[in-house]
């Protein structure tokens, strides 16, 4: 009776490590929706922030009848570059760029750093059909990686409007004081769950 006992109980063990192994990529959990939103950044291959796009080339200097549409002055924004060491004065209203400012410069986008890694998958909402689709909503937050020194300076962080996690709140016209909270809609597929975005 304790063999048969033993058996049964050795059996029931394998057949909850079938069930758990048994995943598949269809499956709507936690583990597939974070690594299918992780591959969806890995593949944009963009910074995770860029601040001073306004220096487009080196050296720069300060235009005389410059129309400020930021909540920041130029000269305040230009400040809190050199305050980072990415930049720094070479004559009146003349700037150059720095090593450090070098390394992180993009002419189209300014001094960009850092990576988006995803976080957390907070929760996501039961896949249903919308038309011909079956989709799920996920909430998720996303980190910075990579982030370098120069882009934690004090005066830089309040200047550009940082979150702690070096992510913009301030757009043109709105604030989003949690950039680190986003959301998206993911498609399930032949192949698998993909983004709203990779069905274009």
């Known amino acids: 009776m304790k063999d048969v006992l033993i058996k049964v109980s050795t059996i029931t063990i394998l057949s909850s490590f079938l069930i758990v192994g048994c995943s598949s990529k269809d499956d709507a959990s936690v583990s597939n929706f974070e ?10 291959d963009t910074p995770a922030t860029c601040v001073g ?8 200097q300060i235009p005389r009848n410059y129309i400020n549409i930021s909540d ?4 305040d924004r230009i400040a809190a570059l050199a305050d980072a060491g990415l930049i720094e004065q070479v004559g009146p209203n003349h ?3 720095t090593e450090v400012g070098q390394s992180a410069f993009n002419p189209d986008e300014g001094f960009c750093f850092g990576t988006i890694k995803v976080a ?15 989709i799920s909503r996920v909430n998720y937050t996303i980190e910075v ?8 300076s004090s005066q830089l962080v309040d200047t550009f409007a940082l979150s702690d996690d070096g992510l913009i709140t301030a757009g043109f016209l709105s604030r989003n004081d949690n950039p680190e909270r986003k959301s998206i809609v993911l498609v399930k597929t032949n192949n698998g769950w993909v983004t709203e975005h990779d069905m274009n």
């Not at 690594?35 to 944009?44: E, K, T």
């Not at 796009?53 to 720069?60: A, K, R, V």
């Not at 990686?145 to 934690?152: G, H, L, N």
């Open 72 to 75: 920041v002055s130029l000269e």
């Open 53 to 60: 796009g306004e220096l487009d080339s080196f050296p720069y």
């Open 35 to 44: 690594s299918v939103i992780a591959d969806y950044y890995a593949a944009q």
């Open 95 to 97: 700037y150059g760029i």
């Open 120 to 134: 957390e998958v907070t929760n996501f909402t039961e896949p249903s059909s919308n038309g011909a689709y079956t």
């Open 145 to 152: 990686a990579d982030r370098p020194e120069w882009s934690k």
